[in-house]
């Protein structure tokens, strides 16, 4: 059975743990270096088809799954962080595996052309700041419109936007297109869509007068 770790915070997301990034890396790197957990001994499954809605209720978040995605589940027995999801705009040949926050899924090729969604807490008395951003637009993003940043890497391209909000504390959504050249203008197309579905919802614990509300009810079984 899949175990999750309601709430948690920065301490539970290492800042320079082998296969992941943070949220403030992801805004200036995008999370090219999830596809590379070692797929030969985690027991590669195929994709599935991305449910139509998903929610978080640890961070109050909901977004509509663009047409035609794809993600790789999280393994049966996974235990870790919710702190996102991969959804992938070209199936991957593979899915293996997960790191312990929940964007850290294993897929192969690594090149597959992506949307990653990271969320979590951060302090924001100790808050590094944004991190560096070559900034190609702008996009509505989060109720704001938010700047575009975009970085190359090991021919692919990352185009991100980051908003902080207001959950049970301080957070950030990071939103990353991960693609190839060739790819980029049309994929643009899905990541707006999905930017623009993005909202705060408010877990069904919260409307029972247990803290403050942020928008429609979350989905009861949207989270993957």
Known sequence: MTRVEDKAGPAAWPRERPGCLSGRRLGSLGALGFALLPLASLGATPPQPAPPVYATANY???????????????PRRWVGSDHGTILFLEPPRHCGGADYPSIGR?????????????????????????????EIGRLAFLGRDRPLCRADRDGMIAVSVRAAYGADGPAEAVLTLATRPDRLEADLGPFRRLAAS????????RRAGRGRESGPPCARSGWF
Do not use: I, K, M, Q
Not at 198 to 205: D, F, S, V, Y
């Open 60 to 74: 109050g978040l909901t977004f509509r799954s663009p047409p035609g995605t794809t993600y790789c589940p999280l």
């Open 106 to 134: 294993g897929f192969a090729p690594a090149n597959a052309a992506r949307l990653e969604l990271y969320y979590g807490f951060y302090d924001a008395t100790d808050s590094p700041g944004p991190a560096p951003c070559r």
């Open 198 to 205: 993005l909202r705060t919802c408010t877990p069904l614990w």
